[in-house]
């Protein structure tokens, strides 16, 4: 049964948190457990302006669930102790919202995320821009992640990326 | 000694740190090199493949318009009104057949001809459009690169490529013919011979990834190129046999036909890196913003004869493997930073790897010696005029 829109409302909110909680926790898995089982689950991070010129190459371009799990593989076992780590804050906020098919929304949200590197300990603004997805309802009325694009408005980073965004 | 006043070193593998900190010195690079006697890479035509394409972009502060022109003709200008000066286009690309000043609506085509401003009769007596075209910096091309100089006295680029024109044009896929894909920008808080100086030299000691994925590197050859000390790197290519930890190995797969022309990287003085390695063709346009700072455009290309599934292939792994984002180039640029960093401290930065005697200069190198950058430091040190000390 299709949820009423405040209670779909309440659970895309809960999820745009979660993935937030995760990235801002460096908490890999609970990256990957906010998006589909499904093969084709996807996220892609890229900046507004290749998108705007048909450009298709991103930062980060897991087109497959495969890759989304590799994603974990990247930061939790083969970048350890090479970086200069950073936390970070994900700031989201629902825009707009609609409904696919009786399993499938679209949503759009703005982010912006603050670092702090942990040498320097000074904040700036990392990216700002658009996370544009498609969430998949499951029978059991559980929302995750099918595609996420991360649309950066930061078209030039000011610092190389260890995280998603 | 000039009068910025720095003593180089007696010994060819040692560099100052203070060469990448300094202000004063920063402020003679911008005479001496990047208004000097360099070539300087600011675009591929491929970025521009329609007539009336256009890109922006600024060469250490110098804003820069490279355009199409409607009969497939490309040319660079400076983005700048030739009337009072004002920038005149602030797209960082896009497509246009002509180009408007909003200031006092000087109207230039895309060959750089001034084909309209209104009410000229109050401008200065004999005033003529044709003499108001937009100017012009020197550039040439090769293999659709395209080059700038921002001196007059600078030898042609044949000359200035020297011995690095093969391993490049084997670098632009043999011919040049290449397909955009876009690009990941970003800024390093690195000097711009940090960046350089560990950008293209690798170190394998760095990458867990080779490790990880059992990953051996192919042999091969880096040799200078020039006075300037261009580095070149040939190799054969590695691919990576037996499991790997990645679940989808399409990210470190070769699929490309021509096995034998392997990786490639060239390191153009003063600040350019390019590679291609498994199927990424990667150009790098990199340029300092301030002593502590320098941004690198990386631009990512297929080639024009690519089937669909090869471009896919291309963009898949272009995205994720050699970017600052990159699988095993990201501690790259963590390195750049932690370099400059470092540097902010007395003595002199020791190269060791491949140096057999100190007080010589050698041009052929084993590929992970590091060695293979000091030419390019010679070349550094005669163009800013530090003399070396005697003992
Ligand atoms: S400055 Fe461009 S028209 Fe006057
Ligand atoms: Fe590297």
């Known amino acids: ?165 | 000694m000039t009068e910025t006043g720095l003593t180089w070193p007696k010994n060819v593998n040692e560099i100052p740190k203070a060469a990448f900190t300094r202000k004063d010195i920063y402020a003679e690079e911008m005479k001496r090199i990047f208004f000097g006697q360099e070539w300087h890479p600011v675009a591929h035509e491929s970025e521009l493949p329609n007539p009336g394409d256009f890109k922006t972009f600024r060469l250490a502060g110098v804003p820069l318009l490279i355009a199409r022109d409607m009969e497939g003709m490309v040319r660079v200008f400076y983005n700048a009104c030739s009337h009072r000066g004002n920038q005149l286009e602030t797209a960082v690309m896009g497509n246009k057949t002509e180009f408007e000043c909003p200031y006092h609506r000087w109207l230039f085509d895309a060959k750089g001809d001034l084909v309209g401003c209104p009410n000229h009769r109050d401008f200065l007596p004999g005033f003529d459009k044709s003499d108001y075209p937009l100017a012009q910096p020197r550039f040439d091309s090769f293999y659709g690169l395209f080059f700038v100089t921002l001196s007059a006295e600078t030898e042609s680029l044949p000359e200035f490529l020297g011995d690095s024109q093969n391993t490049l044009r084997e670098l632009l896929g043999g011919d040049g013919r290449l397909k955009l894909l876009g690009y990941q920008k970003v800024r390093y808080d690195s000097n711009w011979k940090s960046y350089t100086d560990n950008d293209g030299y690798h170190a394998p000691l760095l990458h867990q990834a080779f490790k990880l994925l059992n990953w051996q590197g192919g042999k091969g050859r880096q040799f200078t190129a020039t006075k300037h000390g261009h580095i070149c790197f040939e190799s054969a290519l590695s691919v990576v046999s037996g499991p790997t930890v990645l679940k989808d190995d399409s990210l470190i797969a070769f699929k490309g036909q021509d096995p034998a022309v392997g990786s490639r990287i060239v390191s153009l003085f003063p600040t350019f890196v390019s590679t291609k390695h498994l199927d990424v063709i990667n150009l790098r346009f990199a340029t300092p913003v301030d002593e502590e700072t320098v941004e690198v455009h990386y631009a990512y290309f297929a080639h024009q004869d690519d089937d669909e599934d090869m471009v896919r292939h291309r963009l898949r792994q272009s995205s994720n493997l050699l970017g600052p984002c990159g699988l095993i180039s990201m501690e790259d640029a963590s390195i750049f930073h932690r370099i400059h960093i470092g540097n902010h401290t007395p003595g002199n930065a020791i190269f060791q790897k491949g140096v057999h005697d100190q007080s010589k200069l050698e041009s052929e190198f084993l590929q992970n010696d590091e060695s293979g950058n000091l030419p390019r430091w010679e070349y550094y040190r005669s163009v800013m005029g530090f003399e070396r000390a005697e003992a």
């Open chain 1, 1 to 165: 049964m299709m949820q009423t829109d405040t209670a779909l409302e309440a659970a895309l909110d809960a999820l745009l948190l979660a993935d937030a909680s995760a990235l801002d926790g460096k908490d890999m898995q609970g990256w990957l457990a906010n998006y589909s089982e499904e093969d084709e689950a996807s996220y892609i991070c890229r900046s507004a302006e290749n998108s705007e010129n048909g450009l298709a190459l991103g930062f980060m371009f897991d087109d497959c669930r495969s890759r989304l799990e590799d994603r974990v593989t990247f930061v939790n076992d083969i970048w350890v102790g090479t970086f200069q780590d950073y936390r970070t804050r994900h700031f989201v906020q629902r825009v707009k919202y609609w409904r696919v098919d009786a399993a499938t929304i679209s949503v759009r949200s703005n982010f912006s995320v603050f670092m702090t590197p942990t040498d320097s300990g000074i904040t700036q603004v990392l990216a700002a821009g658009q996370y544009l997805d498609t969430v998949r309802l499951d029978k059991a009325g559980g929302l995750k992640l099918l595609s996420r694009r991360a649309e950066l408005d930061t078209s030039v980073l000011p610092r190389y990326l260890v995280y998603p965004i």
